[in-house]
Nanobody, 129 residues
Framework: QVQLVESGGGSVQAGGSLRLSCAAS????????MGWFRQAPGKEREVVAT????????YYADSVKGRFTISQDNAKNTLYLQMNSLTLEDTAMYYC??????????????????????WGQGTQVTVSS
């Protein structure tokens, strides 16, 4: 059974940093697509970043490009999201997601949340002025 457990959220002032972690169990990091999504109150869930675990392919939403970094630690079976220069607009519930499919070659991970099969419970990030 696949489980994704996020941690690292919290309250931070604008301009600050947080690092989110997503510990995966029952799920191997080989040839997979994983991602971070977020949902603010009254808004739809949106992609933040995706990563192909067996290559260097990453994607960042324009709103976070240059500020956020998605990464993995295969030894710990953990996905990370380093968030710097946080703004009020980054306030949301952040979710880790994993695709159950195995990919080959230079996979390009989907940005549509419906393509992801496993989800964590979410971790709240609140940015204040």
């Amino acid at each position: 059974q696949v489980q994704l457990v996020e941690s690292g959220g919290g309250s931070v002032q604008a301009g600050g940093s947080l690092r989110l972690s997503c510990a995966a169990s029952g799920y191997t990091f080989n040839r997979r697509c994983m991602g971070w999504f977020r949902q603010a109150p009254g808004k739809e869930r949106e992609v933040v970043a995706t990563l192909y675990t067996s290559g260097s392919s990453t994607y960042y939403a324009d709103s976070v490009k240059g500020r956020f970094t998605i990464s993995q630690d295969n030894a710990k079976n953990t996905l990370y999201l380093q968030m710097n220069s946080l703004t009020l607009e980054d306030t949301a519930m952040y979710y880790c997601a994993a695709d159950r499919r195995l990919f080959s070659g230079r996979a390009i991970c989907q940005r549509n949340s419906q393509e992801y099969d496993y989800w964590g419970q979410g971790t709240q990030v609140t940015v204040s002025s």
